[in-house]
């Protein structure tokens, strides 16, 4: 089956690789997937990827905290056991809120902060014990992997990459 | 090249000509080599101040708090002035990671991960001495907000004591978690070269499986941006809400509306202490000048000055206001005549020394770019927060409002060992970290190789000679 092949164009400067990229991406090929050892500016929008919605979950996260620290505090304070501490107005949330600003604004962040990283790391697939898939190790250390697929271009595709200045480029079987 | 372009007037980040794979092996040696003797020497040290300071926290529990030289009129003394001194401490990491990001201060990404470790075992040491000071520590789940057996008894939200719980644990959970966001592709590059196969079992055990994919890193710059927003008002309202603990309650010298901003400059400016004290060592016994270089050492001096300044402006005006009120109890406020010619006259001239007077020498340029002279005084300042702390605690509840109560604190060997044992604790988590964790963030240190980096600047300068 040739469905399964790709070839792995491994670049050691981030330059040469945006390079590449734009010249596979001008040759109308498809990339599947691009692993770097350290964020590379510019290379989602290259890739076409769309923006993440993470800071928008953290927004909706932050009012679900500020929410949850409204009921609680009313809950507690007001309606269970009202107490007179301190001559405070214990018979309205209203009156009696400027001493809940601080609880009201750390679990906003309680909640914003840890859920959205909670999210980034189920999106992104991230949890202890979880293999690692980065096709060569050295894509942690100072190599740059473009993955392409190959539907019988084999060598149409090779000969274009070698164009790109790659340090190595290899035909895989992926399982 | 012209996306990597930054001015030639700044000084370079990066010393020496790296490529990203010599910044790897720079991070990783202390992780893979041996620790020489001097980190055995330090850690034997630490480990045994902790363990003085274990026996202490047991001796305190077992025969309870009179061990301390607490009395009627003191209530707390050296256990939240250890408190207060840790938590400022731990606000330099903070400000580094997320401020300085906000910023888009480069010289942060050779700092921000020693900082934030920082930040974190300080927040450690802070949180054992309110639980310590319990009493009952094993009561302590008591703050929080859980149905209970008596009858539904909740907290007290109206408690700026209250206010700490919520505020430290979020500080220090939300801290973790960024720290460690971080970190996982550093952890991921340590494993995919660990050839040890338990060191690589760990090292994928703690990236969580960390690839690197395009769209990873999209996400991850995205989650470290808004961790950094989230994270600047949250460690502003934390040294706040510490402040409050004070501010709120209606004791002469404690009731002062200036303290917020006051608490958090001066956990800054100790904070920074702290991080010039830790990596001026750091530095130089992992190999790392090419990365902490002079010119950061430089600004971190400079923030020690400007936060420096704003403490000391509170301290004159704290000062003024109370002489200006005429009122005779403001005499015995820790920033008076009286408590500077009183019996803890020797406490309030060493905050004024350590804190105020020495921080001056960094206005000469030669003091600010100096490894050692920068040293001696971040360890003064250390010193000199304090007894900012003490002064404001010990200081103002020796005088109440009855003379006949007047009393003052000393302090047993209980309470001297348990401070020592957390220093010792603090020490030996950093010395840990130190040989097991990529003490830099070299992936975000390698995305400004090119815009900082001494040989990449020189290349663009059209300077080839070296």
Request: contains cysteine; proline residues 5%; glycine residues 6%.
């Amino acid at each position: 089956m040739s469905t399964n092949k790709v070839i792995h164009a491994l670049y050691n400067d981030d330059d040469v690789l945006m390079d590449a990229v734009k010249t596979v991406k001008g040759a109308n090929h498809h990339i599947e997937e691009v692993f770097t050892p350290f964020p590379v500016h510019g290379l989602d929008k290259l890739l076409g990827l769309p923006q993440t919605r993470l800071a928008i979950c953290a927004f909706l996260y932050g009012l679900c905290g500020l929410s949850f620290a409204i009921w609680m505090t009313n809950y507690m304070m007001i309606e269970n056991w009202p107490q007179d501490i301190g001559g405070k107005p214990n018979f309205s949330w209203w009156l009696n809120m400027p001493a809940f600003v601080p609880i009201m604004f750390e679990l906003t962040v309680f909640f914003a902060a840890h859920l959205m990283v909670i999210t980034f790391y189920m999106r992104s697939r991230l949890w202890p014990f979880k293999e690692a898939e980065n096709p060569d190790p050295r894509t942690t250390d100072d190599i740059f992997l473009m993955e392409i697929p190959v539907h019988d271009n084999e060598e149409e595709l090779t000969a274009l990459l070698s164009t790109t200045n790659a340090v190595e480029i290899k035909v895989i079987e992926k399982h | 090249m012209s996306s990597h372009y930054e001015a030639p007037i700044r000084e370079p980040l990066v010393l020496g000509e790296k490529s990203y794979h010599d910044i790897t092996m720079d991070i990783v040696k202390p992780i893979e080599g041996k620790a020489n003797k001097n980190w055995y020497v330090a850690f034997t040290i630490a480990l045994v101040a902790f363990l003085w300071g274990l026996g202490c926290i047991a001796y305190t529990i077992s025969t309870g708090i009179g061990a301390w030289g607490l009395n009627k009129n003191i209530g707390w003394a050296w256990d939240i002035t250890n408190f207060v001194w840790w938590v400022g401490i731990g606000h330099a990491g903070t400000l580094i990671s997320a401020v300085l990001l906000l910023f888009r201060q480069k010289w942060r990404m050779a700092i921000n991960r020693s900082a934030e470790a920082m930040t974190i075992f300080a927040v450690f040491q802070a949180g054992l001495f309110p639980i310590i000071h319990m009493g009952r520590p094993w009561n302590g789940y008591w703050v929080l907000p859980i149905p209970n057996q008596f009858g539904s008894l909740w907290v007290n939200f109206n408690s700026p004591l209250l206010w700490d719980v919520f505020a430290i644990s979020t500080y220090l959970s939300v801290s973790l978690v960024f720290w460690w966001t971080g970190l996982l592709p550093d952890f991921a590059m340590i494993r995919d070269r660990a050839v040890k196969p338990f060191q690589k079992k760990i090292y994928a055990l703690l990236s969580f499986g960390w690839s690197g994919r395009a769209k990873d890193w999209q996400r991850f710059e995205e989650v470290s941006l808004v961790l950094a927003g989230l994270a600047t008002p949250l460690v502003l309202s934390v040294h706040t809400i510490v402040s409050m603990d004070f501010a709120t309650s209606i004791n002469p010298g404690w009731h002062s509306t200036i303290f917020p901003p006051y608490f958090v400059a001066g956990a800054i400016f100790s904070g920074f202490a702290m991080v010039q004290t830790l990596l001026g060592v750091m530095r130089k016994v992992t190999n790392l000048e090419n990365y902490i270089t002079r010119l950061h050492i430089e600004y971190m001096n400079i923030v020690i000055m400007v936060t420096g300044g704003i403490v000391a402006v509170a301290y004159a005006s704290e000062f003024f206001i109370a002489w200006y009120t005429g009122s005779p109890y403001e005499n015995y406020t820790y920033m008076s005549i009286g408590a500077a010619t009183g019996p803890y006259g020797w406490a309030f001239w060493s905050l004024i020394l350590f804190n105020i007077a020495i921080p001056q020498l960094l206005w000469i340029k030669k003091f600010r770019r100096s490894f050692i002279v920068s040293f001696l005084i971040s360890i003064a300042i250390n010193i000199g927060m304090w007894f900012e702390r003490f002064d404001i605690i010990a200081i103002v509840l020796s005088k109440g409002h009855l003379p006949s109560t007047w009393t003052r604190f000393e302090p047993t060997f209980v309470d001297v060992g348990i401070f020592v044992g957390t220093i010792g604790f603090f020490f030996v988590l950093f010395l840990l970290y130190a040989r097991t964790f990529p003490v830099i963030a070299q992936a975000e240190v390698k995305t400004i190789m090119k815009s900082s980096g001494e040989h990449y600047k020189q290349l663009r300068d059209g300077k080839n000679e070296h």
